[in-house]
């Protein structure tokens, strides 16, 4: 399955002008949310797909609309009645709202990054992990982190949020082999915290330190598109507020 939490205030973009949702946005023609949905295009006709949308009126039939015009064949959306306190507990909620089985897998991906031509690994480390997370090189403290095994198997042995512990940039794509991993791990966060909210990343450390075997992905820096701020949504060609 693969989820899309987007039940952020969209702040800064509010704080800088704009109106509308981010996702709403129009960029090179189209609204960022079929730029940001578009990565998974093929795997439209074959996996199930979960938006999981704010208490913002009329969000639910905005994302249905967009999926029927995008061609999504199997798309759940579930709207929650209140905001959350991060992106793990949005899909928390949105699972169990969906009902999704323990055993599913999970991908979860951010509405404001683009990763055109998506294809999930078919390497051999894939077919035996209990997750992993797609990751580039670069640095900075606004990204979550990868700190790696020294190995020929990607192996990660820490995630950190928002703090440097490698040149190992997560993109924001998430993968758990099972739901129930996801849950459990989210249930063991929330008893030791590692950040102020609840972010995704840093609950793969709770399944490293169970024996799960996580793994990384690297991709090159040009493979995906970031879209989370206002500068970055100008950069790509966006209009400024009210424009």
């Not at 949310?33 to 039939?61: C, K």
């Not at 390497?123 to 797609?134: T, V």
């Not at 950040?195 to 990384?216: K, S, T």
């Not at 100008?234 to 400024?240: S, V």
């Amino acid at each position: 399955m693969i989820v899309i939490p987007m039940a952020g205030a969209s702040r800064r973009f509010a704080e800088a002008g704009y109106v509308r949702p981010k996702y709403e946005l129009s960029l090179a023609g189209r609204p960022v949310l079929h730029h940001a949905v578009a990565s998974f295009q093929a795997y439209f006709s074959a996996a199930p797909f979960l938006f999981i949308v704010g208490p913002v009126p009329g969000a639910a039939d905005y994302v249905r609309s967009a999926c029927a015009e995008l061609g999504v064949s199997q798309a759940a959306i579930v709207a929650l009645d209140r905001p959350t306190q991060g992106q793990a507990e949005t899909v928390e909620r949105g699972l169990t709202a969906a009902g999704v089985a323990a055993e599913a897998a999970l991908t979860i991906f951010n509405i404001d990054t683009f990763r055109p031509g998506f294809r999930f690994p078919h390497d051999d480390w894939s077919r035996a992990s209990d997750g992993w997370l797609e990751v580039f090189e670069g640095g900075g403290d606004n990204w979550s982190y990868v700190r790696p095994a020294m190995d020929a198997e990607p192996l990660a042995l820490e995630t950190a949020e928002k703090q440097p512990i490698s040149n190992l940039c997560c993109t924001g794509l998430y993968h758990f082999a099972r739901a129930g991993d996801f849950a459990s791990a989210l249930a063991k966060e929330r008893v030791r915290p590692q950040a102020a909210e609840l972010y995704v990343a840093p609950l793969y450390n709770h399944l490293i330190a169970a024996g799960r075997r996580i793994h990384y992905r690297r991709i090159a820096r040009d493979e995906v598109v970031f879209c989370g701020t206002p500068a970055e949504y100008l950069d790509l060609g966006g209009a400024p507020p009210g424009g």
